[in-house]
């Protein structure tokens, strides 16, 4: 499940299938005997010691379902083990420094935390996280106090925020859009749905806005060609109106791409700058693309740390990465508020060797995982369900 993705119930069934085949012979385990053990390493990882030694970089997140509760979130790693200038953070390099549910979330509920996840961690060098106005105003007053702890916002949800004032004032993209849903809505239900645009999120869409102006400028290219498709012609001969403005999104969209990329791998550091000029090249002179590189600009400038040997993580890609495995592991229990299985954050995390996963079990019984989630978590909103129509029964 941690490392292949599969589904409870699928690698029960894959393991039952080994031994009805002959290929190995072991007391096969239910569906619901690995979700215990799943959460079992996950309360190890959640409450076993960590080293205070080290200077610490924490990614912080809120992951929501539905309900009213939303847990916070804090992955861990010591600064001198993040992979810098190799790759971006794994969730093998990470540890789970805190799951907190919060029925109510502000700047004072997030001080608190940061203040009790800092038990276990020492006080980090450094925070990072999205512009949630939540997090934002409690990180700020946590580090008010620290001046050896640093902020820096994650720069994807920063280059977004660039993109979306850029562009959702201009009439010209506003027409884009829809004319690429009008478009979309035409062809759903016909035999031309391969021509289909990918579907734009209803939240966050200039975090994943590449996708549409890839198809665009692809569908463009094949409207230039010696002989396009009638049905290509028909139903996006509209696109060739935007040309121009298309090929100046897809100009400032490669800034902040180009910024993103070298930030992850990279981190923030004195020569990050440089780095980041030689990677864009020409900038051009249209007004929103100098201030898009303006601004990337001074988020470089404010958040490099002071100090030319060190460098900062400004990416919680992979915090949001573990918010999409949980689901995918949860599957339709996602639908259904937080369960118990948010705990299978903390199994994602580290290395889990052999040993690492027996020291876990052997230190954690079910009871305490039990007892942890009824206390922490309550009554899941399934339990509330049956509740319900246990009272409605004839």
């Known amino acids: 499940m941690l490392e292949a993705g599969s589904s409870l119930r699928g690698a029960?069934?894959?393991?039952?299938?080994?031994?009805?085949?002959?290929?190995?012979?072991?007391?096969?385990?239910?569906?619901?005997?690995?979700?215990?053990?799943?959460?079992?390493?996950?309360?190890?990882?959640?409450?076993?010691?960590?080293?205070?030694?080290k200077s610490w970089l924490w990614l912080i997140d809120h992951t929501i379902q539905i309900g009213s509760q939303k847990i916070l979130v804090i992955l861990g790693c010591p600064i001198d083990d993040v992979p810098f200038g190799q790759r971006a953070l794994q969730l093998t390099?990470?540890?789970?420094?805190?799951?907190?549910?919060?029925?109510?979330?502000?700047?004072?509920?997030v001080e608190r935390e940061l203040e009790n996840a800092a038990q276990r961690t020492g006080v980090p060098r450094q925070i990072a996280s999205d512009q949630g106005s939540d997090l934002v105003k409690g990180i700020a007053d946590y580090v008010e106090y620290r001046p050896g702890t640093a902020y820096v916002p994650d720069v994807a949800h920063y280059g977004a925020n660039l993109l979306k004032h850029a562009w959702d004032d201009q009439p010209c993209w506003q027409q884009f859009v829809k004319e690429l849903q009008n478009t979309s809505s035409k062809l759903r239900q016909t035999k031309s749905a391969y021509l289909l645009a990918p579907r734009m999120r209803a939240k966050a869409r200039f975090m994943n806005v590449?996708?549409?102006?890839?198809?665009?400028g692809r569908v463009l290219k094949h409207l230039d060609g010696n002989a396009p498709r009638a049905k290509a012609?028909?139903?996006?001969?509209?696109?060739?109106?935007?040309?121009?403005?298309?090929?100046?999104?897809?100009?400032?969209?490669?800034?902040?791409?180009?910024?993103?990329?070298?930030v992850r791998v990279e981190g923030l550091q004195a020569r990050t700058l440089p780095l980041l000029e030689a990677a864009w090249g020409e900038i051009g002179s249209r007004d929103s693309t100098v201030r898009i590189a303006e601004r990337l600009r001074a988020y470089v400038a404010k958040y490099q740390p002071e100090k030319s040997d060190e460098r900062f993580v400004a990416s919680t890609e992979i915090l949001e990465s573990s918010f999409g495995k949980l689901k995918r592991i949860e599957g339709q229990q996602s639908q259904d508020g937080m369960t118990g299985l948010v705990l299978v954050i903390g199994a994602m995390t580290g290395k889990c060797t052999e040993s690492e996963l027996r020291e876990a079990l052997e230190?954690?019984?079910?009871?305490?995982?039990?007892?942890?989630?009824?206390?922490?978590?309550?009554?899941?909103m399934q339990w509330f369900r049956k509740q319900f129509f246990k009272e409605t029964k004839a």
């Open 363 to 380: 230190a954690t019984p079910q009871k305490k995982v039990d007892n942890w989630v009824d206390r922490v978590l309550g009554p899941s």
């Open 210 to 216: 590449d996708t549409q102006l890839q198809f665009a």
């Open 233 to 262: 012609v028909e139903y996006y001969g509209w696109l060739k109106e935007h040309r121009d403005d298309l090929a100046v999104w897809q100009h400032e969209h490669s800034l902040v791409h180009q910024a993103i990329e070298l």
């Open 93 to 109: 390099d990470l540890q789970l420094v805190a799951l907190v549910p919060m029925e109510k979330s502000n700047g004072d509920a």
């Open 12 to 53: 029960a069934a894959a393991m039952a299938l080994f031994v009805e085949q002959g290929w190995a012979s072991f007391a096969v385990p239910s569906f619901s005997t690995i979700r215990m053990w799943l959460l079992r390493v996950g309360h190890y990882a959640l409450t076993r010691p960590l080293d205070k030694t």
